[in-house]
Nanobody, 117 residues
């Protein structure tokens, strides 16, 4: 079992920035593909960004050019740098860890991001 703990959410004005962090409780963090998802009220959970075990990245079209996902395998941590935030980015953001070889999939508890003036 892998535990994921997110932090860094909060209230920010439109145009502002936030950095989310997610720490994973596994010694084989480097083998996991890590992702950030979000879920707004009344909407389905959607993929925001993913970074593979080999550091390849992919982003939702709605965040390309504004968000950056990165990972630090020495710290078992994945980050989501969010710039130029918009009100429509308001959601609960969830960290996800997946390992294709074992079909393992884990979720964090979520962190609230609110973009409002």
């Amino acid at each position: 079992q892998v535990q994921l703990v997110e932090s860094g959410g909060g209230l920010v004005q439109p145009g502002g920035s936030l950095r989310l962090s997610c720490v994973a409780s596994t010694v084989i963090f480097r083998l996991y593909d890590m992702g950030w998802y979000r879920q707004a009220p009344g909407k389905q959970r959607e993929l925001v960004a993913v970074i593979t075990s080999s550091a390849g990245t992919n982003y939702a079209d709605s965040v390309k050019g504004r968000f950056t996902i990165s990972r630090d395998n020495a710290k078992n941590t994945v980050y989501l740098q969010m710039n130029s935030l918009k009100p429509e980015d308001t959601a609960v953001y969830y960290c996800n860890a997946e390992r294709t070889a074992t079909l393992a999939r884990y979720w964090g508890q979520g962190t609230q991001v609110t973009v409002s003036s």
